[in-house]
């Protein structure tokens, strides 16, 4: 499949926190040709195996989260509104005015859009002042409680901002999720380049679930998988944009790949940073640092699991992630799945 194609499917694809069902199903059915098994946990994580030929190989988990940060709903007023919560970090001001699609129990979508009161009613006081979610609706056409229950909308329904993917200009795109469904497709395409490769140890491609409440699915993943060694690969902060100083940008868009050093959760040990800048550098695959210390990942959960992982992290840059309108180049993606691809065949002889 296209790079752009399988961008667009993921990016589409519904998968708030804890409800990454459609998600899950899609990279189930891309991956399974290239992997010796599949197999879910309890909690929605999707394992595809690939296992070595040698029984006593170690193992390699690359990690990926399903989820992207949405909200559920929490409240219908009498008159049909909706009150939501956020799953997963928003900032409140990039809120309101949005369409929304809410995913009912029976799994269809209702539309509905975040309203506000209209400024021609504010004091100029209220103008100026911040909206917080709490004091934000959902509006689905319904006016009464009785209605928007016929509609099937429950409390506890799931919703996102729904943006469709979009190019924007020839080689740059954007969608409302490609953190982290960049990172989900760049596992999709390194197990599609691996295929029918032992590469010496065994390789687990871990898509996990709830990574935006918390790196919950990258915890039970690890534990499981007992890795000898793991690569989250992430969509992050690309902050190459007017009004942030060089020195704050954690990513830059058109600067390849970025590796991690330190982010808040996790130090990355200098064995597996050296091996990887060496493997890039030898691949002629350029790269990019992500600045210390922004952010966390789920390799700050896989790190710490049981005895401690040897971890590193990969990252495609993003600019507005966590909001519907996440945008990316497409030649960074690239650059990224080819140097994940490099890592899957050499880190573990590397660092092991
Ligand atoms: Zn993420």
């Avoid at 197990?191 to 990574?211: H, I, K, L, P, R």
């Avoid at 942030?244 to 808040?264: C, F, H, K, M, Y």
């Amino acid at each position: 499949m296209q790079t752009i194609d399988l961008l667009r499917q993921l990016s589409d694809a519904f998968g708030v926190s804890g409800f990454e069902d459609e998600v899950r199903e899609l990279i189930r059915a891309f991956v399974s040709p290239h992997v010796d098994e599949i197999k879910t946990d309890a909690l929605g994580n999707l394992f595809a195996i690939r296992r070595s030929s040698n029984a006593k190989a170690k193992t390699l988990m690359l990690d990926a989260h399903m989820d992207e940060v949405g909200f559920i709903v929490k409240w219908i007023d009498r008159d049909g509104f909706l009150r939501f919560a956020p799953l997963g970090g928003w900032d409140p001001r990039i809120i309101p005015g949005h369409r929304v699609k809410i995913q009912t129990r029976s799994g269809e979508f209702q539309t509905g859009v975040i309203g506000t009161a209209p400024p021609h009613i504010l004091s100029a006081e209220q103008r100026k002042a911040p909206l917080s979610i709490e004091q934000m609706f959902i509006d689905i056409g319904a006016a009464s409680v009785e209605e928007a229950q016929e509609m099937g909308v429950r409390i506890g329904d799931p919703l996102t901002i729904h943006y469709p993917f979009e190019s924007l200009r020839e080689g740059v795109v954007t969608g409302k999720a490609f953190d982290d469904r960049a990172g989900c497709a760049v596992l999709v395409e390194t197990a599609e380049s691996t295929a029918g490769q032992d590469v010496g140890v065994n390789v687990v491609f871990a898509f996990v679930f709830g990574e935006e409440v918390g790196l919950r699915g990258a915890r039970t993943a690890a534990f499981q998988i007992e890795p000898d060694l793991a690569i989250a690969v992430e969509g992050t902060i690309g902050a190459d944009m007017p009004g942030v100083p060089e020195n704050s940008q954690p990513v830059r868009l058109g600067q390849g790949p970025a590796i991690s050093i330190a982010d808040r959760s996790i130090v990355v040990s200098r064995k597996v940073l050296h091996a990887m800048e060496s493997i890039a550098d030898a691949a002629s695959i350029p790269y990019q640092y992500k600045l210390p210390t922004y952010g966390g990942t789920d390799a700050g959960a896989i790190h710490l699991s049981r005895g401690g992982v040897l971890s590193g992290i990969v990252s495609v840059p993003c600019r507005y992630i966590h909001s519907p309108t996440s945008t990316l180049r497409l030649d960074d993606f690239r650059l990224t799945s080819r140097l994940v691809t490099e890592l899957v065949k050499q880190l573990p002889t590397a660092v092991l």
